[in-house]
């Protein structure tokens, strides 16, 4: 999930600005304070007109992303297969259902309820937060970028601007799944939004997909069609129906969203009275749909033309620019009575205040009005807002954007520096948590988890922790032996003071109750030949234990694959090897042990080959090879086959990491065949070298070959 703050001002390119009536002294404010810090900004306004002016004052949050072509250098990212006209078309309309009657009358009687109470003055601002869910197929089709939703929030907003509804982009998320992609409207719907819903009561979610296919450019539901909090609320449209960078209109949301605020289709029971149950739309037939001609009127017998401006009808786009007072009415209300969560949604900034509501500006004067940047109780990051003058005479308004960029601390808290782990057995594995906090003022980005020894880890790699919340990551413990462990977990973030913090971990190892009699097995057989070797599991604890064998070996059976083990008792598990249409050469794999005192693992290797009377391996190569060295990791003893096809001299050593030379395992003429190398774990000194990775050289002639070994004690 992917939250969107636009970098860049709001700027008032859209909005009428008479100079010769009011003038403000700056069209942005952009404001840099560290967290804790506040400042006042003043705006000068001026009237030139001869009489005093009423300016009313709206703080809005996050509201108008930039109008379509003020993003700098903007990338145009159309699809191949958009068509030359998007939208609504004969071939793709809406597929949001009709209103069931019975509900229709019922929502009319709480409307008509509701307005009775209302003045238009008193009309709030409802901000609808946008959750935005592109669906896309894995080839990338459908993968629409952060920008044309921006744009398409643009055209919603400058769509519903004259309506007191705003729109703000919050939270964008991308699926891959290419049956919702191109099945959503028929089938997968409501699979869908189970799925992907965001918090139906204060978010407006819009799925993007392939809808074209079953004839419908988008389609949504009205606010008493589900419950308030159903995931079934939202839009959904086709991916070619957003404005692109290419000019085209975005009316297919403005439409849907129409729909998700409580407005019907215009052309709704056709020609009858209170159709689309919104008084200052005229009725007209579905018959005479698609025609921009002003005079059209389908309903002669009642009054009014048809109309086709409005976006709730069908036109094509160029046509439709408008929506009606009766229209802002009814949208109002139906949030009121079946969608109040929105009203919940924050409309005024809380960093930016002022102590005036309402300004009266003498007749030509000016007048300072103070705004109050605030960073104390809002964290790091940068955030957008408008505020709004607006005047009834002269008609006027006027807005100033403002930015606010606020520089956080993060900080880390931790609720321990030291972690204890009961007592596990070898091969067994125990975990603990550690619960991460950000006690600071700005987003805690934990870089990595870095151990000092393998027996403890972690799957968590990275974190971002907002200011205020935590996150719990679970630590692991796997001994390799029985005795006490310690190590050092360090976090690595971007908290200045303490980039790195330590947490030390002890755990202790005891004996595993169950026993292997083997756990690396190593075969030699010929071509289409069968061998079996007995496995024993010994359970020498006071419990009877389960386990469960696995493994994807092709040439391998086992029996029996699962069983239990009373206590003190052992059980014969029978390994089977056949090479049956197998070429000469060597096969690796793994065969794992699920018990309830651990996991065990037996490596598994045979080499193919023809046999001599005494079993040694015959026959010559075609290739030069070096096999990797099993086992690995190993403690302490590993082995590498070398498939030599031609006699020649080889230099087989061993360095450390840094180079330095350890022992050389050979350094002779080499006869053609396989050869076995095995390299104990000592230096040329004959002492043990320390646990670590060291690198295997292989010099034959002219090739090299150098590998990776892994000693662990």
Known sequence: MTKILIPILFLCSAIAIYADDIEVSQDTLLQNLNYGETTDRTITITNNTSSAVDLSITLVDQTWIPPLGRFAGQEENIFADVPATLGFTPEHICGTPDPDPTDALIADELVARWLEQQGRSSRNIVNVQIAWHVIYQDNGVGNLSDQQIAQQVTWLNTAFADHDFIFTLDIIDRTVNNDWFNDMYDTYDAIAKQALNIDSYHYMNVYTSNIFVDGVAGYAYLPNQWPEGSYMHGIVLDYRTLPYAGGYDGDTATHEAGHYLGLSHTFLNNCTTGNDQVDDTPAHHEDYLWQCNNNLDSCPDLPGNDPVHNYMTYTNNSCQWEFTPGQKD???????TYR???????VAPLWMTTADETVTVPANSTLDVDFTFDATNTYGGTYYGDAIFTAAIPDTAITVSATLNITGIPEIGLNTTVLSFADTYINDTSAVSLEISNVGSDHLDISSFEFDYDY??????TASIPPSESEEIAIYFIPDSVGSFSGIMTINSNDDDDPEVDVTLYGTGEESPLLLSFSTLIDTLAPNSVNSHLLTL?????????????HDIEWLTISPENGTIPAFNTELVQVN???????????????EIETSVGIFYVEVTII????????????????FKVHNNFPNPFNPVTKVQIDVPEFGHAIIQVHDASGRLMTTLVNEELRPGFHSIQWNGKNQLGESVSSGVYILNV?????????KMLLVK
């Open 538 to 550: 010994s359970n020498t604890g006071n419990v009877s234990l389960n386990y469960q064998i696995n």
């Open 330 to 336: 009814r949208m109002h209300a139906m949030v009121a």
């Open 340 to 346: 109040p969560g929105l009203l919940e949604n924050p």
């Open 608 to 623: 193919v080959a023809e046999l001599n009377i005494d079993n040694d391996i015959a026959g010559i190569p075609h290739t």
């Open 577 to 591: 090897i056949s090479t049956l249409f197998m070429n000469y050469g060597e096969y690796n794999g793994t065969i």
């Open 699 to 707: 010099r034959f002639e002219n090739l090299n070959i150098s590998q």
């Open 456 to 461: 403890f880890f972690t799957e968590a790699q």
